[in-house]
Every structure is written in structure tokens, then in C-alpha cells.
């Protein structure tokens, strides 16, 4: 059993070699490439829209993690059983992390701008892997040579550095790959310019006033962070382009410094995922620094057939945007910046496109690479494929951010605070709350920092001991009241009010 044992971690070992090694060249070539990510990412493709819905409502940003350790604990697994294969006969060990590997090499090839050198990396794991397998067999079956005791102290202490010297390798791969990447132009390295059309300041929130409320401005360490990536891409502002084709009159090609030389505004706008659940935590408010989309579009001369922007991130991730609601008038924007500062890598460095008033599965694109003034009939894009909706406006609605849900509290004074949201019609004009289901009451409003940005709001109340369940709403400034009725995320944001039971006692 113990010798099983010992040829299932060989099996392990010599697969973490190969992975160390193939994450450490693609950190050179494409990160994505990386043979656990690209399966991780074709396992995301492939999960059916409401188990992904499941994993997001009930592991957060952890979700990503999660699959990660997933997909590795099974080719784990796989290698183990890769190892106890090669007790018996070497080339059947060998051959099952061959499999493993080309398992990965499709995964990558299944990538919308998949080229030939992606391979690269699933090409040195197909061979280190193997190899290592090898000489950890041989240095076993030195163990079993016979000497004057019956075995060989020498052999044994060849294993036993073998294994080590293995380890180090693919240690040393994995870290490497990682402190490769972050040897790539980082955001801090960029120097913004100065909006021509600047965001007035912030009036001072709540956040001081009302303990426990959700800050006015999002710290960018706090922003959520939603997407289809299992890590964080690498992609270089040096020769980072955005090309604009499709129903255009001339095709378009916009390097980053050429961006950055264009006139920019800067505005204060709140971002949704339509993932978001009622009261959920996918919202997060900021400054953002870019270019108008319409200037952009304008350079390009947008035809009179197209009715939806196809747009596309460095991997060939396509996200559609209605055509008129990018172009109605609204701060659509091409970014660069957030609360003053670069991109962060993982909010879409250099460059991402932000809409506001619109969920971010049709509006945000992180990473962008390109516009495609297209139709819906020609073509479709990720989501669409997937039955979300084509047209999706933030619905508009409202979060109790404390007490939270099940505390605990003091008779007395309580403060109930939160935040509201209302993008593109007029912002918040009212929040109400409710107590046991009672009456509606008035909250006071906090500051308002424009139409597209959420407001902060607080209701004083006298808790008396028991059982309580609070619920709140929310108006917008032309009238529309928050919708009551209850629904899921899927397929155009999720819909309802805000309830929570506190006890006081």
C-alpha cells in the first residue's frame, strides 16, 4: 500500500512539474495559455448559465478559486492514478499526462485568438511531465537493486533528492511565471492626463455619520470584480491597439498613446453586474477617466445599417451593446482610468469601455481590443448566446447595508442605513423603509453625486425587543418606483425588494 502510495505522488509530482514549467512559459508568451487555466476556461464555457448563476450567488468572487482548485485537484487526481499506471509499465503512466495534456492543448486551440505559439506551454508540459515521471521511476527501481542488506541506502537517498530537486523545479516554474508577469508594464507606469471635462468633486458621503454603511466612493482595493477570467490577464499597454471595423466608413487602428492624447472626461458613474442579487454585493461606485465612445465612433464614420457594437477583449471575448443606447447621449466611455488612478489589472488594464445605466455583461468590457459596428442578426456575442438579454438597463433599486441580515441588537437607538441606485433616470429622488410591514416611511437621503451614481441613505429607529423584518425601496427622480416583484438575475437583472430579520433583545 505504502509503495501505491509512493508511485501515485510520483504520478503528482511529475505533473506539477510540467505545470510549473508550462505556467512559467506562458507567462513569455500568452498567461491565458497556461494548461489549467484554458481548461478551467473551457469548463466555463461549457457550465450551463444557471449552475454558473449558482456557483456566483453562493461562492461570491471565491467562485474562481474554486474552479481553479477544481480542475486541478481532478488532473491531480488523474496524475496520481498516471503514477500507480507507471509501477507497472512506464509507458502507460507516461501516456496518461500525455492525455492530460492534450486534453489542455485543445482547450487553448478553443480560444477565440488562439495562435499556434499558445501552444508552447501545453508542449513543455506534454514533455516535462513525462520526463519527470521517468527518472523518478528509474531512481525507484534503483532502490530495489540488491545489496549486502537486500536494498540500497543509495538508491534511497537518490529518490529522496530526486523528489526534492523535482519539487524545487516545479515550485521555482509556478513562481516564476507569476513574478514574469508582474515584470510587465505595470498601470503604475502610466501617467494619466488631465480630463478636459472634469467630474466635480464629491460632496462628503456618510460614510462618518452612519457606521456600517457602504463607503460614498468605492476604494478600487474593494471594487467587485465579475468576469469569465480565472486569472487576472496580462495584457501590455506598449502594443495594446483599438481597432474600430465593421459598418464604419474607414476602418480605425488607436494605439494607447494616441488615446491618452485625446480629449477625455471624467465622471462619476455606479457599475452593476447583472449577476447581482437583490441585496447582493456585485455594485461598486468610482471616478472614471476616458474618452467619449461617440468621439471614437465619430473618427470612424459609423455606417447606417449597424444596430449593435460587438465588442472584444485581448482573448476574442465578444460582448454586444444596443447601438442607440451607446450613442443616445449618455457618458459612454472608452477608460483608462479609475478614482484617479491607471486601470488595475483586474478592472481592465489599459483599457476597458464603461456604459452607464446598462448592466456590464453589455457595456463593460474589460481588456478591450476592438469595436465592431455590426447587426444582431450577423452576428452574436457571448452572452447572446447564452439567452441573456440584448437590452438590459439597470433596474432600479435599493440595499440595506446595516444591521445586516440575523444581528443581534440593542433596545433603542438604531440607525438603518444603505445605499440606492437609479442610473440614467434623473438618480434617486426617495428611499422608504419598512418594519414589520407596517407603513412606508421616509429615509433621509445622503449627498448626491449625479444621476448615475447611487445615493447613500439612513432611517433612525426605536428598536423595541423582538423579531424584526426590515424592507426598503427606492424612487428614481422621473417617478419610476422600484419594482416588488421578485426575480432571479438571469436573464436581465434581478428584480424585488431588499428584506432582512434583526433580532433586538
Known sequence: MKLRLLW????????????????????????????????????????????????????????????????????LVLAAIAGVLARRRLAWGASLLVVLVGIAAVAVLSRPEARVLDLLPSIVAAVTGPLALAFLARKQHEVTAPDATGESSTGRRGVLISIGALTAIAAVGGVAGRVINKLRLRPEDVDLPTAASPAPPLPRGLDDQVPGITPFETPIKDFYRVDTRLDTPIVSADDWTLTVDGDVDKKLTITFDELLAMPMIERNITLTCVSNSVGGPYIGSARWLGVPLKDILDLAGVGNKADQILSTDFDGMKISTPLDLATDGRDAMIVVGMNGKPLEREHGFPVRMLIPGLYGFISATKWLTKLT???????????????????????????????????????????????????????????????????????????????????????PWDAKKGSHRLAVRAMSGNGEAQVAVRAEPFPNGASGLHELIVNVG
Request: aromatic share 10%; net charge negative; hydrophobic share 45%.
Open 373 to 459: 459596428l455590426t447587426t444582431y442578426d450577423d452576428q452574436k456575442a457571448y452572452w447572446t448566446d447564452r439567452d441573456w438579454a440584448t437590452d438590459a438597463p439597470i433596474k432600479i433599486s435599493a440595499r440595506i447595508d446595516t444591521p445586516k441580515a440575523l444581528s443581534n441588537l440593542d433596545p433603542g437607538d438604531v440607525v438603518i442605513g444603505g445605499v440606492a441606485w437609479a442610473q440614467e433616470r434623473d438618480g434617486i429622488s426617495g428611499v422608504q423603509v419598512r418594519i414589520d410591514g407596517g407603513a412606508w416611511v421616509d429615509a433621509t437621503l445622503g449627498p448626491d453625486g449625479g444621476e448615475n451614481y447611487w445615493r447613500q441613505w439612513f432611517y
Open 8 to 75: 501515485a505522488w510520483y504520478g503528482v509530482l511529475a505533473t506539477l512539474v510540467g505545470i510549473g514549467l508550462a505556467h512559467a512559459v506562458a507567462s513569455l508568451t500568452d498567461p491565458a495559455s497556461s494548461p489549467v487555466l484554458a481548461v478551467g476556461s473551457a469548463v466555463i464555457d461549457l457550465t450551463p448559465t444557471p449552475m454558473k448563476e449558482w456557483a456566483i450567488r453562493n461562492f461570491g468572487s471565491a467562485d474562481k478559486v474554486i474552479l481553479v482548485g477544481s480542475v486541478l485537484g481532478g488532473v
